[in-house]
T-cell receptor, first 110, second 115 residues
Framework: GQNIDQPTEMTATEGAIVQINCTYQ??????LFWYQQHAGEAPTFLSY????GLEEKGRFSSFLSRSKGYSYLLLKELQMKDSASYLC???????????FGTGTRLLVSP | EAGVTQFPSHSVIEKGQTVTLRCDPI?????LYWYRRVMGKEIKFLLH????????ESGMPNNRFLAERTGGTYSTLKVQPAELEDSGVYFC?????????????FGEGSWLTVV
């Protein structure tokens, strides 16, 4: 089966950098996803990593280490609008469903 | 292009009543998924349709939950009779491809409160 762990809550200051970690245990590996979800809104796709290393997309970057079962989402130049939940997820068996972590609630303060 | 739309956005019903949630996927998406998030827990998979066929319903909690996708377009999720523990947010998602995560689009969810 799949199991995902990520911190429940983090706080950071506007303009700063924050790293949200995710560790996972899977019976097979088909990549790892990060989603952003603002309160009351749909989860929106941020990144998908299937190979080791860092992938950068503007202010957001995602890192994966398959040997360590570890990923992180790096947010730079934080803005107030980045306050949201960040969900780590891995595909389940057959890639037909996503298994989510509980999400990390990030609060960005002025 | 319209995203995944869900109706109703919020619903409050009494224990024992029936509620039907509707999801309209993005046009042309064969894959439709239902997920649920109970308060304080992670989002959990309920089931997956490919067109009108149920591909995987391993996440459905019990037989009080019935999902349909007649004609392979919109889908409904009926809870009958509703229990207190059914309260949560029910997300629908759709995708065109099964193998690529960046094409899975979520709706804003239907918030269900059973009192």
């Amino acid at each position: 089966g799949q199991n995902i762990d990520q911190p429940t809550e983090m706080t950071a200051t506007e303009g700063a950098i924050v790293q949200i970690n995710c560790t996972y245990q899977t019976s097979g590996f088909n990549g790892l996803f990060w989603y952003q979800q603002h309160a009351g809104e749909a989860p929106t796709f941020l990144s998908y990593n299937v190979l080791d290393g860092l992938e950068e997309k503007g202010r957001f970057s995602s890192f994966l280490s398959r040997s360590k079962g570890y990923s992180y989402l790096l947010l730079k130049e934080l803005q107030m609008k980045d306050s949201a939940s960040y969900l780590c997820a891995v595909p389940g068996t057959g890639f037909q469903k996503l298994v989510f972590g509980t999400g990390t609630r990030l609060l960005v303060s002025p | 292009e319209a995203g995944v739309t869900q109706f109703p956005s919020h619903s409050v019903i009494e224990k024992g009543q029936t509620v039907t949630l509707r999801c309209d996927p993005i046009s042309g998406h064969d894959n439709l998924y239902w997920y649920r998030r109970v308060m304080g827990k992670e989002i959990k998979f309920l089931l997956h349709f490919v067109k009108e066929s149920k591909q995987d319903e391993s996440g459905m909690p019990n037989n009080r939950f019935l999902a349909e996708r007649t004609g392979g377009t919109y889908s409904t999720l009926k809870v009958q009779p509703a229990e207190l523990e059914d309260s949560g947010v029910y997300f629908c998602a759709s995708s065109q491809d099964r193998g690529s995560g960046n094409t899975i689009y979520f709706g804003e969810g239907s918030w269900l409160t059973v009192v």
